[in-house]
Structures are given as C-alpha cells and as structure tokens.
C-alpha cells in the first residue's frame, strides 16, 4: 500500500512539475528584456491612441495618413509583445506611463494646424528615440525571442521616423 501510494504521489509530482515546466517562463529573459517589453507595450499604446487623434484632429491629410500608419503599425506590433510577453509571464500594463498621458493629453487638446505643428515634431524625437531602444535591445538582450521582436521593428519604426521627417520637411 505505501509502495502504491510513494508511487501516486512520484508520479503526480512528476506530472505537475512537467505542466509548470510547460508554462513557465523561459529561462532567458533578464530583467532588462522584460522592462523592454512593458516599454515597448506602452509605446504601442502611446502610438495607436496619438494615430487615433492626428486622423481626427490633424488638418493635413499627410498627417492624418501618418496617424493612420501608426495605428495600424503599432496595434500589429504590439500583438507580437503582447505574445512574447505572456510566454515570459510579463504582466503588462494598461495603459501608457504618465508622461506619456501628458504628452497624449497635450496633443488631444490642439487641432488643425496647431495639431501639425506639434506633432510632426514630437514624433521624430519619439521614433528617434524608440530606433535606438530598439537597437540597444536587438544586440543586448538575453532573450532571443526579445531581440528578434526588437529586429522586427525596426523597419517599422525607420518608416515612420521617414514618413514623418517628410511631412516636416513639406514633401
């Protein structure tokens, strides 16, 4: 009977320990490559809802066509760290950071012109920025799954950084 019952609870034990295997986090991802996707998700989130305002409120169409890209482009993106997230158990938030709500907030409170004028600016030195992230965590992160994402985007993000230093420019 003890034998019966040592060997139910083995393999029970084993079971168990194979399903939370299964379903535990990788065991490459730092600290620094989790922090990236919580950051690179709320920049998505900043980016579909400022898309959102410049196709409502903005007066040029090149503008509202940038917003458009932008929605697109980064709700697509942001499935991808949405996926590598859950598998390293990365519990992401809801919404953008608080600066980023004030930026956000700022822009929803211009339209026409003044809307152009501000955004356009903004982001160039938003996708500039988001370029380098990105490149410090396509060759420095531990996770290969979190690199290859960071690979991935930046094309996307070189295109948007493109688009919107033409609209600057007036072309």
Partial sequence: ???SLIATVTTVAATLSGVTAAHAAPPDASDKDKAFLVSAH???LTEIQGGQTAEK???SQAVKNAGSRFVKDHTALDEQVR???TEYGVDLPSQP???QQAEL???AAKSGIAFDRA???AQVEDHRATLAALDKEASTGSSEKVRQLARDAIPVV???LNLVESIQRGG
């Fill in 158 to 160: 070189k295109g948007h």
């Fill in 57 to 59: 409120q903005a007066a």
């Fill in 105 to 107: 907030r700022k822009f």
């Fill in 119 to 121: 955004w356009i600016p």
């Fill in 42 to 44: 709320q920049d998505n």
């Fill in 1 to 3: 009977m003890l034998r």
């Fill in 83 to 85: 996926k590598v997230a």
């Fill in 97 to 99: 950071t608080e600066k």
